[in-house]
């Protein structure tokens, strides 16, 4: 789900209007974000805002190197929905709003302004003037409904989730084959103005529209180089020319090169509208090895990593390099299958909930600044109830429940991941190990499932062929943007194999809920459905924790985001 699946704002009226100045209301609990951020770390306190207008010009040739654990799928990014595909996407392309640098609020990037109608179903946005796409094409009305419209109009292979996955999933539907969705039509009544026309209200549009797949393409260079001509199967797509080699957005830094296995090359975009890259040249390298990467980084053969080891954090620190932890926006949970027939019956699954120290999860497995979660959104998520059931940890009312079920001697195939550091699961061997040996304290026999992340690992989870072979696993998920749709009803919105149930209640109220036209009114749902998950225990959400960045102490102006939302035009690196 997390690397081929993955919502940011405050509070909001039925009718909105957002200038450039004017930031969506950030709900009360993103407070202690911003908290976390501050304390971060200096290098944030020298970041300006990645998207001002500003004349900065690149400090000579210098060089950012950064190492990614793999290689993107594709440099078209409404073909994403993988963070290592994300992160060089989020330099070369920008979205008609942004994520605030540091947060999860809205602010305004290539739109300065929205009006959002009385009835949620269209949306005006007002465009920034004199933008130009890297390839000299305007950026303007006709542009942005170009890319509503290719979105819209996609056919085939185009249209499986493993391709286009964020579309279907907030559009849900296409012109043709699997029709219907949410989405009506663009139109650009002028040079500086788009409309948005939705079928249903969808409360979290705007927010959406944060997301890298989202962002605004050049028309001229996906027609010239047939971005839609993906070809292959779903599980082993070939994407097009565009995708490989011709990349071609707005932002701060143009595509230059890819070496695929070894690294990618970005440079300095000299007209970008904002404030220009300070640093001229990007290379973002491929280590899967974590504990290659961390030695990289100490030999100065690159400035930074991501998914730093919870063990690396104290070494690196105690060696003078830097570690930045972005604020937890995220979940670690242990999934349950209920096609096992034992799984099925709600005292086993509040017994494996009751016999689960989360506090001693987190503190064996995960980095400092996790903490231990009660249900699937994170508290800065609209419609987090602190009082759903806890099921606090209680091994004798686990055991007591096994027995009452008739499975005291119950046996289940715990699956976990290997090859990996995920933002919300930075050492998987290790949080497998912890939960094991708490499950066989009340009783319960483990037999291990282990398999390789790429390319095993999400199909044994979530596939249908997958379902017998698995009874509980550890799998996760980083919110794209803050909304609680992006979160619960991803995971819980429809049957799914992962899970194994079908409880159609659960069902209609995520669906209700999303269609809500409000952000007042989705926080009153999804707090009702938040406990409602809760008392039907579906599965245990461990932890909400904290990613690790680790740079050299030539590396200032990173800024970390809860949604990994880093556009690096404001780092230097002084060497």
């Known amino acids: 789900m997390t690397t081929s699946l993955a919502a940011k704002a405050g509070a909001r009226s039925a009718r909105a209007s957002f200038s450039a100045r004017t ?77 605030k640098p540091g947060t999860t609020e809205v602010e305004p990037s290539l739109a300065t302004k929205w009006d959002i109608s009385s009835d949620g179903k269209s949306t005006t946005f007002t465009l920034r003037e004199g933008v130009k796409f890297s390839d000299g094409t305007a950026f303007d009305g006709k542009a942005v409904c170009a890319n509503f419209d ?25 012109k043709t084959g699997k029709t219907g969705g949410i989405y009506d039509n663009c139109t650009a009544p002028d040079a500086t103005t788009a409309v948005i026309k939705l079928k249903k209200p969808f409360a979290s549009f705007v927010q ?43 932002g701060p830094y143009v595509f230059e090169k890819w070496d695929r296995g070894q690294q990618i090359v970005l440079k300095a975009n000299p007209d970008y509208w904002g404030e220009k890259a300070k640093t001229q040249t990007v290379i973002i390298r491929t280590i899967s090895d974590p504990k290659a990467r961390t030695q990289e980084l100490e030999a100065g053969n690159i400035d930074g990593y991501d998914l730093v080891g919870p063990a690396d954090i104290q070494p690196l620190k105690d060696a003078g390099f830097s570690i930045v932890n972005r604020p937890a926006f995220n979940i670690l949970y242990l999934g349950m299958n209920q096609k096992n027939k034992a799984l099925a019956d709600i005292r086993v699954r509040q017994a494996i909930t009751y016999a689960i120290d989360r506090t001693a999860v987190v503190k064996s497995s995960l980095p400092e600044g996790s903490v231990p979660a009660i249900e699937f959104v994170p508290p800065t998520v609209a419609g987090y109830n602190d009082k759903v059931n806890a099921y606090p940890y209680d091994p004798e009312k686990a055991k007591a429940l096994l027995a009452e079920a008739g499975q005291s001697n119950l046996t289940l195939k715990f699956a976990y991941p290997t090859g990996v550091s995920r933002p919300y699961m930075p050492a998987p061997e290790d949080t497998f190990a912890v939960i094991k040996s708490q499950l066989e304290k009340v009783g319960i026999k483990i037999t291990p499932v282990a398999a390789k992340w790429n390319p095993d690992y999400l199909q044994l989870i979530q596939g249908d062929a997958g379902a017998d072979k698995h009874d509980i696993h550890l799998l996760g998920w980083t919110g794209d943007y803050n909304d609680p749709d992006n979160f619960i009803g991803v995971f819980f919105g429809q049957k799914q194999a992962e899970w194994g149930f079908d409880n159609e ?21 999804y707090e009702k459905i938040n406990a409602e998950i809760a008392d039907f225990v579906p599965g245990v959400p461990l932890s909400h924790p904290a990613p690790s960045l680790a740079f050299s102490k030539d590396v200032q102006g990173f800024q970390p985001s809860p949604t990994q939302d880093e556009v690096w035009n404001n780092i230097t690196v002084s060497k």
């Open 23 to 99: 930031r969506s209301t950030a709900f009360t609990r993103t407070v202690a974000v911003l908290a976390s951020v501050a304390a971060v770390t200096a290098m944030a306190s020298c970041a300006k805002s990645e998207r001002d207008t500003g004349t900065t010009t690149t400090t000579g040739d210098t060089t950012f190197t950064f190492a990614a654990s793999s290689d993107p799928a594709t440099f078209d990014p409404a073909m994403a929905s993988d963070g290592e595909s994300f992160r060089p996407a989020r330099q070369i392309f920008e979205g008609l709003v942004a994520s």
């Open 150 to 174: 290719r979105w819209y109009k996609w056919t085939g292979v185009n249209q499986s989730a493993d391709i286009t996955y964020y579309y279907g999933a907030l559009f849900r539907g296409f």
């Open 208 to 250: 959406a529209m944060t997301l890298p797949s989202f962002s605004m393409q050049s028309p001229t260079a996906l027609e010239k180089y047939n971005a839609d001509n993906t070809t292959g199967t779903t599980d082993s797509p070939r994407f097009s020319e565009y995708a490989t080699a011709h990349p071609t957005g707005t």
């Open 505 to 525: 209640q659960l069902f209609k109220d995520l669906d209700s809920a999303r269609q809500l036209s409000t952000r007042e009114e989705q926080t009153a749902a």
